[in-house]
């Protein structure tokens, strides 16, 4: 073993020597005095095979694991140009090569290979550099055509259905719904994918329709599915110009929807579906609230039932043969007749147990269930009634501060006065 | 330093012009003088129910700028409005509910003489000279008790107790029983004499007539000086429609007719073809003052135009008995043009051209009623 070893050492020495020999008297020039007559083998993997097959053996791919969707997302290896940031006879070894990596002759002087001492920061430069090159880069867009979430199709706009012959569809804009893919099987081709979309394409003003539409290519079905849509424009009617006309329940499926006529300036608080159907419809405000499956399609098909089951106000007054009256809250609650029918019923006509709410009777007397509100944890908790009584006596200190600041401005009070070293300290 | 000196100079030069330009303003709008209720009490007057109906329905309101959409009624956001279905009577019920509504909302602040420096001595305790160096205040804070009947006094540093003034009396009054809306201090809208004027030009009389109800008591002179102001500055500009069917119209006429300035209003209702109006108003001045010479016919002739519905309601269907009542108004007003107007001449013109339109709305009609087969 010991003999083995020093036959080893016998090996490394030699080159070991001419190593350091060279290291310590680099000025003095002994070519051809040590030779190394150690074979060194030069070839080897990493320099047989040009950058671009090694870079592919490392990031490919094989066919099946492409279909399981191997090497996509997080920890995927990407291709990274090892050259970029590198120049010639600059290195790990900060040597200087006069006529290489600097001029032979600086002023009067006749520079000479010298090594210099080692840039610490260059490997770290490099690495940073090689980084850089490796991160993700999406393709942004900006903030007006970004749909619902990152730049997928969902919720983006796709621009007006293409015109019939010579008609055109002026003032419409189409809104993405959905866009997915589906896998077919087929007896001869196997397993094949398609794209299927929805979108809802309006003008804003009461038109508005949606379609789906089915294809090989994602932008193909997306055409398909905004033409369909503009073949099948529906009316709607907007109550005041900017809501609906009253409450109403609607279902398709297992879906629900309860859905509220809002107030001016409410906004719409609803599902983002939904959201976008009022948006083409021209509805400004309005609340909904989804239960039950929350199957997209469904979603649409459902609130759009809803909306054209509506009844006006003149027609809710006529099929109960009664005066519709509204009550404003900002008009002091003057009772303002909306819509009166032909003849009037009398108290005695109408029956006993007929539904005249009328939220009730438009709901088709379905009750929305309004869940309880609980007390918030932290209210039951004894630390809760000490913080009450502790700021107790801070509970007008804004409103004060905001008066003092509007007639002085600043907070001042007549201590301020008597007491002036406190501000000129406080100022300090 | 040098710098520091040259950026203020030009600064201190535009201040002193806006201070000048502001009190050439000022100056203009000085011109108009408050003329105050301070001589006779116009309470008993204005009271009266008879001024009360002629003041209401000179009012003329209607109910959709009655129940206009307000920004003072504390509400932040809008609501959900709330629907019902109604029969026949329940909706009269619920428009007779809004109608009493409509009236409280139409109450007019009161006009009352202007109130007299309370400086009523209690009593002098020599004694307590020099006990202390300030005065000391006593409010008699029992709840259920008036503001204007608490008894509020003040121990002065020379030993006399009395009883406050009206100014400390309102500010201890606010300090203990807070109106909401009321200030301590008073609104720089009505401190500052730019910012008055200001809402003045903008035309906010209805602003600044409710906020001096809220801030000032009727009988306080800074709150007839204010109204008095407002009240001349829309006569001078011929404002009127703003403030109908507000519950400061009333108190405007009033006004106007008090002072003896109601010339033009007189004129905006004649130009308005508003003629029955015109009556009520010659009767109110009858009421007021007495002076107009045919003052008995107006009255007759104002108790037979308060039964009837408002004028402009239905401008093209006349009755025989319409045409009657309309041109017994006619001959009375010109009587009073005649004896009492301060412009007769514009008034004469007026009034000639609500004859001429007038001939023509009769003809429109009796014409209508001839082609429908009437009599």
């Given at each position: 073993?010991?003999?083995?070893?020093?036959?080893?050492?016998?090996?490394?020495?030699?080159?070991?020597?001419?190593?350091?020999?060279?290291?310590?008297?680099?000025?003095?020039?002994?070519?051809?005095?040590?030779?190394?007559?150690?074979?060194?083998?030069?070839?080897?993997?990493?320099?047989?095979?040009?950058?671009?097959?090694?870079?592919?053996?490392?990031?490919?791919?094989?066919?099946?694991?492409?279909?399981?969707?191997?090497?996509?997302?997080?920890?995927?290896?990407?291709?990274?140009?090892?050259?970029?940031?590198?120049?010639?006879?600059v290195g790990k070894i900060n040597m200087l090569w006069?006529?290489?990596?600097?001029?032979?002759?600086?002023?009067?002087?006749?520079?000479?290979?010298?090594?210099?001492?080692?840039?610490?920061?260059?490997?770290?430069?490099?690495?940073?550099?090689?980084?850089?090159?490796?991160?993700?880069?999406?393709?942004?867009?900006?903030?007006?055509?970004?749909?619902?979430?990152?730049?997928?199709?969902?919720?983006?706009?796709?621009?007006?259905?293409?015109?019939?012959?010579?008609?055109?569809?002026?003032?419409?804009?189409?809104?993405?719904?959905?866009?997915?893919?589906?896998?077919?099987?087929?007896?001869?081709?196997?397993?094949?994918?398609?794209?299927?979309?929805?979108?809802?394409?309006?003008?804003?003003?009461?038109?508005?329709?949606?379609?789906?539409?089915?294809?090989?290519?994602?932008?193909?079905a997306l055409r398909r599915a905004k033409n369909r849509?503009?073949?099948?424009?529906?009316?709607?009617?907007?109550?005041?110009?900017?809501?609906?006309?009253?409450?109403?329940?609607?279902?398709?499926?297992?879906?629900?929807?309860?859905?509220?006529?809002?107030?001016?300036?409410?906004?719409?608080?609803?599902?983002?579906?939904?959201?976008?159907?009022?948006?083409?419809?021209?509805?400004?405000?309005?609340?909904?609230?989804?239960?039950?499956?929350?199957?997209?399609?469904?979603?649409?098909?459902?609130?759009?039932?809803?909306?054209?089951?509506?009844?006006?106000?003149?027609?809710?007054?006529?099929?109960?043969?009664?005066?519709?009256?509204?009550?404003?809250?900002?008009?002091?609650?003057?009772?303002?007749?909306?819509?009166?029918?032909?003849?009037?019923?009398?108290?005695?006509?109408?029956?006993?147990?007929?539904?005249?709410?009328?939220?009730?009777?438009?709901?088709?007397?379905?009750?929305?269930?309004?869940?309880?509100?609980?007390?918030?944890?932290?209210?039951?908790?004894?630390?809760?009634?000490?913080?009450?009584?502790?700021?107790?006596?801070?509970?007008?200190?804004?409103k004060i501060r905001l008066n003092l600041k509007t007639?002085?401005?600043?907070?001042?009070?007549?201590?301020?006065?008597?007491?002036?070293?406190?501000?000129?300290?406080?100022?300090? | 330093?040098?710098?520091?000196?040259?950026?203020?100079?030009?600064?201190?030069?535009?201040?002193?012009?806006?201070?000048?330009?502001?009190?050439?303003?000022?100056?203009?709008?000085?011109?108009?003088?408050?003329?105050?209720?301070?001589?006779?009490?116009?309470?008993?007057?204005?009271?009266?129910?008879?001024?009360?109906?002629?003041?209401?329905?000179?009012?003329?309101?209607?109910?959709?700028?009655?129940?206009?959409?307000?920004?003072?009624?504390?509400?932040?956001?809008?609501?959900?409005?709330?629907?019902?279905?109604?029969?026949?009577?329940?909706?009269?019920?619920?428009?007779?509910?809004?109608?009493?509504?409509?009236?409280?909302?139409?109450?007019?602040?009161?006009?009352?003489?202007?109130?007299?420096?309370?400086?009523?001595?209690?009593?002098?305790?020599?004694?307590?000279?020099?006990?202390?160096?300030?005065?000391?205040?006593?409010?008699?804070?029992?709840?259920?008790?008036?503001?204007?009947?608490?008894?509020?006094?003040?121990?002065?540093?020379?030993?006399?107790?009395?009883?406050?003034?009206?100014?400390?009396?309102?500010?201890?009054?606010?300090?203990?029983?807070?109106?909401?809306?009321?200030?301590?201090?008073?609104?720089?809208?009505?401190?500052?004499?730019?910012?008055?004027?200001?809402?003045?030009?903008?035309?906010?009389?209805?602003?600044?007539?409710?906020?001096?109800?809220?801030?000032?008591?009727?009988?306080?002179?800074?709150?007839?000086?204010?109204?008095?102001?407002?009240?001349?500055?829309?006569?001078?500009?011929?404002?009127?429609?703003?403030?109908?069917?507000?519950?400061?119209?009333?108190?405007?006429?009033?006004?106007?007719?008090?002072?003896?300035?109601?010339?033009?209003?007189?004129?905006?209702?004649?130009?308005?073809?508003?003629?029955?109006?015109?009556?009520?108003?010659?009767?109110?001045?009858?009421?007021?003052?007495?002076?107009?010479?045919?003052?008995?016919?107006?009255?007759?002739?104002?108790?037979?135009?308060?039964?009837?519905?408002?004028?402009?309601?239905?401008?093209?269907?006349?009755?025989?008995?319409?045409?009657?009542?309309?041109?017994?108004?006619?001959?009375?007003?010109?009587?009073?043009?005649?004896?009492?107007?301060?412009?007769?001449?514009?008034?004469?013109?007026?009034?000639?051209?609500?004859?001429?339109?007038?001939?023509?709305?009769?003809?429109?009609?009796?014409?209508?009623?001839?082609?429908?087969?009437?009599?």
């Amino acid at each position: 073993m010991f003999s083995k070893f020093l036959a080893f050492k016998r090996v490394v020495q030699p080159s070991s020597s001419l190593l350091t020999r060279c290291l310590n008297n680099n000025n003095i020039v002994h070519n051809l005095k040590f030779i190394s007559t150690s074979s060194v083998y030069c070839v080897n993997f990493f320099n047989k095979l040009p950058a671009e097959k090694l870079w592919k053996s490392v990031t490919s791919v094989s066919n099946a694991g492409a279909k399981k969707g191997r090497g996509r997302g997080a920890g995927r290896i990407r291709i990274r140009d090892l050259n970029r940031g590198q120049v010639i006879g600059v290195g790990k070894i900060n040597m200087l090569w006069p006529g290489l990596s600097a001029p032979v002759i600086r002023g009067r002087e006749l520079l000479k290979q010298q090594r210099l001492p080692d840039d610490s920061e260059r490997m770290e430069k490099l690495i940073k550099l090689r980084d850089s090159m490796t991160k993700f880069r999406r393709l942004k867009l900006t903030p007006i055509e970004r749909g619902w979430s990152g730049n997928r199709m969902p919720g983006r706009s796709i621009g007006p259905p293409d015109p019939i012959g010579e008609d055109e569809f002026v003032g419409f804009d189409t809104k993405v719904l959905q866009l997915r893919s589906l896998l077919i099987m087929k007896g001869s081709l196997g397993r094949t994918k398609n794209y299927q979309a929805m979108v809802v394409t309006g003008n804003g003003q009461g038109l508005a329709g949606f379609g789906i539409g089915r294809s090989k290519e994602a932008p193909a079905a997306l055409r398909r599915a905004k033409n369909r849509a503009g073949q099948k424009l529906m009316h709607f009617e907007i109550c005041n110009g900017h809501t609906i006309f009253h409450d109403f329940y609607t279902a398709f499926g297992k879906t629900k929807i309860f859905v509220q006529m809002k107030n001016e300036g409410y906004g719409l608080k609803c599902h983002r579906a939904i959201k976008e159907i009022c948006q083409a419809i021209g509805i400004k405000d309005l609340r909904a609230k989804v239960e039950g499956s929350n199957n997209l399609q469904h979603i649409v098909k459902a609130f759009f039932i809803g909306l054209l089951q509506q009844r006006t106000h003149q027609q809710l007054a006529e099929e109960k043969k009664l005066h519709l009256v509204e009550y404003r809250a900002e008009n002091e609650y003057y009772p303002k007749v909306i819509a009166s029918p032909k003849e009037v019923r009398t108290k005695e006509e109408i029956p006993k147990d007929e539904t005249l709410d009328f939220i009730q009777y438009v709901m088709n007397d379905k009750v929305i269930l309004k869940k309880k509100k609980f007390p918030r944890f932290y209210e039951t908790m004894p630390h809760y009634q000490i913080y009450l009584k502790k700021y107790e006596k801070y509970r007008n200190h804004e409103k004060i501060r905001l008066n003092l600041k509007t007639e002085y401005g600043e907070v001042k009070s007549f201590l301020t006065e008597r007491y002036p070293e406190e501000k000129a300290e406080s100022e300090s | 330093m040098m710098s520091v000196l040259i950026n203020k100079l030009p600064r201190n030069n535009i201040k002193t012009i806006i201070t000048r330009s502001s009190e050439i303003q000022s100056c203009r709008h000085l011109s108009i003088v408050p003329s105050l209720y301070d001589d006779k009490d116009p309470a008993p007057t204005f009271f009266s129910s008879q001024v009360q109906i002629l003041l209401k329905r000179l009012t003329r309101p209607d109910l959709s700028k009655v129940f206009r959409k307000r920004c003072n009624t504390g509400l932040f956001v809008l609501r959900t409005p709330t629907y019902k279905f109604l029969t026949d009577k329940e909706l009269e019920a619920e428009i007779a509910k809004a109608n009493e509504k409509a009236e409280q909302l139409l109450q007019m602040p009161p006009v009352v003489k202007m109130h007299q420096t309370i400086n009523e001595v209690l009593s002098e305790d020599p004694a307590l000279i020099g006990y202390d160096s300030c005065k000391y205040l006593f409010t008699d804070i029992t709840y259920g008790v008036k503001n204007e009947h608490r008894i509020i006094v003040e121990r002065d540093p020379d030993g006399v107790l009395r009883n406050c003034d009206h100014d400390i009396r309102k500010r201890l009054n606010q300090t203990y029983f807070p109106m909401n809306g009321r200030k301590i201090k008073e609104p720089i809208m009505f401190s500052d004499k730019d910012r008055f004027n200001d809402l003045l030009d903008n035309s906010k009389y209805e602003f600044i007539l409710d906020r001096a109800c809220i801030q000032y008591e009727p009988d306080e002179p800074k709150y007839q000086s204010v109204t008095s102001i407002t009240y001349q500055h829309i006569d001078l500009k011929k404002c009127y429609e703003i403030l109908r069917s507000t519950r400061h119209f009333g108190p405007m006429t009033f006004y106007l007719t008090w002072h003896q300035s109601m010339d033009n209003l007189m004129l905006e209702l004649l130009q308005g073809n508003a003629i029955r109006e015109a009556v009520l108003l010659t009767s109110l001045r009858q009421h007021i003052h007495g002076d107009v010479i045919n003052g008995g016919e107006a009255h007759n002739l104002a108790q037979q135009i308060l039964p009837t519905p408002k004028q402009s309601e239905k401008p093209e269907n006349l009755t025989e008995e319409d045409i009657q009542l309309d041109n017994k108004c006619v001959e009375c007003i010109e009587k009073f043009i005649v004896g009492n107007s301060a412009m007769k001449s514009q008034h004469e013109l007026a009034l000639q051209g609500f004859r001429e339109h007038y001939q023509q709305l009769i003809d429109l009609s009796r014409g209508l009623r001839k082609a429908h087969g009437g009599v």
